[in-house]
């Protein structure tokens, strides 16, 4: 039977501080949204540029919601930043989470602890980067799943494309691409650590395409982050 196990990283790897370019981010979510404003309103907002190096507590700065009222403000389309997301936004994401993962050594750590298992972005809000439901609802599609003894591809070839994300197979009721970015990072470093080269190729296509046996799985473990 399926055990589930529902992993809370401590909260100062969700917050994490990174950098990326000399520039310094409060979290993942700083960089995603500070680059979706400027991309969409050709502008750079004060409130979104001073973080971390200000040295001013960050704890209740709501990014969504700034960038949200600069969209707003700047009368950017729903659709527009939608599409965003899905495409550009996709390579922003990627390239934070791999920033993150590169200089978070807990997070490195965890990932790898978690072997082959699935990773799933568990959010009912989101159907594109998370499940597009609720835990019981992905338990229950994973009980499926393993009496059908459905098979489940999942590319492995990092970064990912907007053209790949259409390959990836529903995680209940979403594509869970945050998820997936977290298992090929994980393939990634486990493949540097067995190489006796100097690291890996990020987009060369050095990591296949792997087929993952979901009946085979004892556990599923549910990666819960909460990221825009």
Known sequence: IYI????????YISTFIFKIDGR???NVNHFYQLAKTEALCGVTSLL????????????????NTLARNILRINKVDRNVAEEWR???????????????????QELRKALLESDDKLLVHCF????????????KYIQDWARSMKANKVQLKIPMEFPL???????IP???????????????????????????????VIGGGSVQVISFLLCFFRELMIYKEFLS
């Open 48 to 63: 979104m540029i001073e973080g971390s190096e200000s040295g001013i507590s960050q704890k209740s700065k709501d990014y």
């Open 170 to 200: 529903k995680f209940g009721l979403g594509r869970n691409v945050l998820g997936v970015i977290y298992m090929q990072l994980r393939e990634m470093y486990k493949l540097r650590d067995s190489s006796s080269s100097d690291g890996f």
């Open 86 to 104: 899905r495409t550009a936004g996709l390579k922003v994401m990627q390239q934070a989470l791999l920033a993150k993962v590169e200089q978070c």
């Open 124 to 135: 009912g809000g989101d159907d594109f980067y998370a499940s597009g439901c609720n835990h």
């Open 24 to 26: 310094t981010y409060d």
């Open 4 to 11: 589930y196990i529902y992993i809370y990283l401590p909260k």
């Open 161 to 167: 494309t907007s053209e790949m994300v259409l390959s």
